[in-house]
């Protein structure tokens, strides 16, 4: 048995690896860096490793006390990041690149990484705007640089490109060890014609030479809905509300006691005495608390030629909305293993398994004269035509989705000689995912239309990447060291889908599992895959680490382009200066680090559907010639999709083999600068993005016989300024307070969109307003809003007409539509610019506090300066602040049934606000005392306890990319419990 302690500068390491030579028997320190093994011999040398520290070898012998002091390593202290193929140290570092620990992430629920780097790196912008279990969310790296293209950062896991960011579901959070977010050219061209967006990269945990560690941590948590909605809970009021919303459209009124297509409207008098006796209150009755769950194991260890990290996830989470829940099983298993002296081999092998019933109901608006239920049980509709019962969509409805993912990394590392390494690749990833949905007979729209609607929707996709590289670096002399990459890359990416789709059942008793029982059949299907071929290079030099320059290049060959455009090149080049190695500075006892980068460079994107270059034929069926009342199937040119509304048919499929990549220019300027020892670090970064060849949708000439094709044509602009502050405000043995501050700012400006008119519409038809509302214009930010400017409510008739108005559209109570060009009519013509979706900056705080072994964290995050447009801004309980007679107000209209709203100003509201996203308070239990636990942390968190904004109550102004607000699912208030417990 040998005791014994291990040190630094006679402080104890905590954790630190104690190893017997040659096996993989070992055990960590305990807080005060003591360790007790039993080692089988005294011919034993005992190995001691730490992070950051030169490992030491000792010769038992006939010792029963060792005790170490183990010496700093300068170059293992100096933190390392990963960049696209390799790795970094920081102080080499001429991009822009921010690193985010895991372990500086409040433990939160999430069903998905992205949700998780709110608030981390400056520059990202993660919006959340459904709180439904397992949904997206968006993802922005320094704005938008792409109409139609990918807009989305690129998703890289240990060295695999797995998409575009938004909804990582395969990877568990708790496997996560950091990820780095790159956001200029000199970062993300290594990855060409995928990095224009900015990548992130993600790496997972993997296993360390030792005893073995096993982790568990565990979360219970309780998600309550918002306590109040944009409802009118009093009947009475809302039966006022209806009738005077239809006698202002010249309508008979509902409620005035008599039956309507079978259905008996009480009056305002018999509801308001209480005869009536119903109130319902369907906010209570679709919206409820909901629990979750999520718990992790994993096992990790290993001797020096051997090492294994292995780890389950289970989550389970309840939506606030009935019906909806989330589900998600995670498998991992890595391993790493030397071969020979100089071959090193390892995979990465993970299963996910998801499982998601998505039911959002919404109707809080439902009026709460009626009942859910009749007294039978059965549910009560309000007339023959109610297709919209929530309780019917919750219930009844079937909508339910599984899948799987399967995704495998192998790699082979050789070291050829001591400054050079070839390392191959060969990663796989493949998903499969099933849809059933069913609307029941005569309940739902659909169901009543057809008798009965079902369908079973499929997906399967494999994507398969194989890479070679060879890793240079070599020190030449005292001052010079240089680190090349150069290598190749092939992807190939293809996926099929089919739906088959039932219509007309006999009864709902299968609902969608016979659907060959339908009276009608229809089958659709798809097949699409395209091939990425890449050569990739990158040279790092250093001079006397204090001058820095990195070049890569990156060629690109893909499917998706023509024989004239196959080809792209990205080029970047990064300089970088080291002030703080310099002789002025080098005894600064003001100035730690102070680092000025700069660079240039190009990424592309190819973010278009494959086959675009060729002439695609479309199927149809047509009576034949013979009259005999068959039909035959005829091929063609053309193939067509349906418009961003749903509505209309729209025909394309046109070739065009001039289709080429969009190309991102980015320059960046940055500095680096840590004050008293690092306690205070300032990183500011300055940035031009120009993205030109802009992939779009065109409207051609009918003539064509088509009505839209793609093409490379239109310019965005994308300027910013980025600031982030980490101040160690103390560091003491019983205290730690730390705190850390971002603000980013973004500029967006619509060049050039290649069109005469200067002017294209952008985003579907509104059906609100009957027209889209958001467009592109050069000389404004992408998809600003458009139409007509409003100057509150008329009063009078005369102020109708005298403003350019006439008809229904000038009566007192109706909203004052601005004749913007003073022609003395408001009409199209009037429209223009009515507001902006993009923020003037997004910022977030972080404090982090400990006394002893409690801890404390809360995270803040916030949008300033951009505008939704609110189409519910006139609904529920907004309608009882109505202009009348006797309350002329100038903030909202008079109620009318009939009335064809515009698209206008009216409807913008400012969506600024703060959000308290996580307040965590944890306390760590003394393990020392115990022999078989490590540690051991329990927790309560809270997130989204509060939100500032002036924004529609009842709503929450966190909205989609495009900042339509629709009445989304709302953002639930969870409250948890958790623990995180390391065994021995």
């Not at 969509?393 to 799987?404: F, M, R």
């Not at 820095?548 to 893909?558: E, F």
Request: aromatic share 12%.
């Amino acid at each position: 048995m040998i005791k014994g302690n291990v040190t630094s500068a006679q402080e104890p390491l905590i954790g630190a690896n104690v190893l017997i030579k040659g096996t993989s028997i070992g055990t960590l320190t305990d807080f005060d860096g003591n360790f007790t093994l039993t080692v089988p011999n005294n011919e034993t040398t005992l190995i001691f490793s730490y992070i950051g520290f030169f490992t030491e070898e000792v010769y038992v012998g006939s010792k029963s006390i060792v005790n170490v002091s183990l010496n700093e390593d300068a170059e293992q202290l100096e933190e390392v990041v990963v960049v696209g193929y390799g790795t970094m140290k920081k102080s080499d570092m001429t991009g822009a690149v921010n690193k985010v620990q895991m372990d500086d992430i409040p433990q939160r629920p999430a069903a998905n990484v992205e949700q998780l780097l709110q608030g981390q790196a400056a520059g990202l912008q993660i919006t959340n705007s459904s709180g439904q279990p397992g949904s997206d969310v968006s993802v922005k790296l320094r704005g938008v640089s792409s109409i139609q293209g990918d807009s989305s950062p690129l998703l890289v896991v240990d060295g695999f490109p797995m998409g575009n960011a938004g909804n990582l579901k395969q990877i568990n959070p708790s496997d996560i060890k950091s990820i780095e977010v790159l956001k200029d050219a000199s970062a993300a061209a290594i990855y060409g014609s995928r990095g224009a967006n900015g990548v992130i990269m993600i790496t997972t945990k993997k296993g360390t030479s030792g005893q073995m560690k096993i982790d568990f941590s565990s979360r219970v948590s309780l998600s309550t809905p918002p306590n109040e909605f944009n409802a009118i809970s009093d009947p009475a009021q809302y039966a006022i509300i209806e009738n005077e919303g239809r006698v202002n459209a010249g309508l008979q009124p509902f409620y005035v006691g008599e039956t309507y297509q079978g259905t008996y409207y009480p009056s305002v008098s018999e509801i308001a005495s209480g005869a009536w006796g119903t109130s319902t209150d369907w906010p209570g009755m679709i919206y409820r608390n909901a629990l979750a769950q999520d718990h992790n194991l994993s096992a990790s260890g290993g001797s020096e030629n051997t090492k294994y990290y292995f780890s389950l996830g289970y989550l389970n989470q309840e939506g606030i909305s009935l019906s909806d829940d989330y589900t998600r099983y995670n498998i991992r298993f890595s391993l790493d293993q030397k071969i020979f002296r100089n071959l090193m081999g390892g995979f990465n092998v993970i299963y996910n398994n998801t499982k998601k019933n998505s039911n959002f109901v919404g109707g809080i608006n439902r009026s709460p004269v009626f009942p859910a239920y009749n007294e039978n049980g059965s549910y009560f509709f309000i007339s023959g035509q109610d297709f919209y019962h929530p309780l019917v969509w919750a219930n009844e409805v079937l909508n339910h989705n599984k899948g799987q993912d399967f995704i495998s990394n192998m790699y082979l590392s050789l070291k050829i000689m001591e400054d050079l390494e070839l390392k191959t690749t060969m990663n796989i990833k493949s998903g499969n995912g099933i849809t059933d949905y069913y609307e029941p007979i005569g309940m739902t729209w659909s169901g009543a239309e057809f008798n009965g609607f079902g369908n079973i929707s499929n997906y399967n996709d494999l994507d398969l990447l194989s890479e070679t590289y060879l890793n240079y670096s070599r020190r030449f002399g005292e001052k010079h060291r240089i680190n090349a990459m150069a290598g190749w890359s092939a992807q190939r990416y293809s996926v099929r889908t089919s739906v088959l789709t039932g219509k007309g059942f006999v009864n709902d008793n299968l609902e969608n599992q016979d659907l060959n029982s339908a009276e009608n059949r229809d089958i659709t299907n798809s097949y699409e895959s395209n091939l990425l071929l890449s050569g990739i290079g990158r040279l790092n030099y250093v001079y006397d680490d204090r001058f820095l320059v990195t070049g890569t290049i990156r060629a690109d060959g893909s499917s998706k382009f023509g024989k004239n455009e196959k080809w792209g090149y990205f080029p970047s080049v990064a300089v970088g200066w080291n002030v703080q190695n310099e002789a002025f500075l080098e005894n600064s006892d003001v100035v730690s680090q102070l680092k000025l980068r700069a660079s240039w460079g190009q990424a592309g994107n190819q973010g278009l559907p494959a086959y675009r270059i060729n002439e695609r034929y479309g199927t149809g069926r047509y009576p034949n010639p013979a009259a005999d009342g068959t039909f035959a199937t005829g091929f063609g040119p053309a193939v067509y999709s349906y418009s961003a509304d749903g509505i209309y048919k729209v025909w394309e499929g046109m070739a065009n083999q001039d289709l080429k990549w969009e190309t991102t220019t980015t320059s960046n300027i940055g500095i680096d600068l840590g004050l008293f020892q690092s306690k205070v670090m300032i990183t500011a970064e300055v940035y031009h993005k120009y993205t030109s060849d802009l992939l779009r949708r065109e409207q051609i000439a009918p003539s064509s016989g088509y009505d839209m094709m793609w093409v490379n044509d239109g310019e965005i602009k994308n300027t910013g300024v980025e600031l982030s502050l980490d101040l160690a405000l103390i560091e003491r043995t019983k205290w730690d307070w730390s705190v850390r501050g971002m603000i980013s700012r973004n500029r967006n400006e619509v060049i050039d969109i290649g069109n005469s008119d200067n002017f294209v519409w952008y985003g579907g038809t509104v059906e609100k307003f009957r027209t889209p509302i958001t467009v592109l214009m050069p000389g404004q930010p992408l998809g600003v809003f458009y139409g007509y400017k409003t100057d509150g409510i008329i009063q009078t008739y005369e102020e109708g007409l005298e403003a350019g108005l006439s008809g229904s559209r000038a009566r007192p109570g109706e909203i004052k539509y601005v004749d913007v060009n003073g022609d003395g009519v408001v009409d199209a013509n009037d429209r223009t610019v009515i507001g902006d979706p993009n923020p003037t900056f997004i910022y977030s705080f972080n404090s982090r506090l400990r006394y002893k072994n409690l801890d404390f964290s809360v995270l803040l995050t916030g949008v300033h300066g951009n505008q939704v447009y609110n189409n519910t801004k006139f609904d529920g309980a907004a309608t009882l602040q109505r202009w009348t007679p006797d309350n002329p107000t100038n903030d909202y209209p008079s109620l009318n049934s009939s009335r064809a709203y515009e698209a206008s100003d009216f409807w913008i509201e400012d969506g600024s606000f703060l959000r308290v996203q996580n307040i965590n308070v944890g306390y760590t239990i003394n393990s020392e005392n115990i022999k078989w636990m490590d540690k051991l942390r329990v927790y309560t968190s809270i997130d989204n306890p509060i939100v500032f904004s002036d924004f529609q109550y009842g709503f929450d102004p966190e909205v989609g990319g495009d900042g339509i607000h629709w009445g989304n699912y709302p953002m639930p208030t969870t409250y948890s419990l958790g623990l995180n417990v390391s065994f021995k």
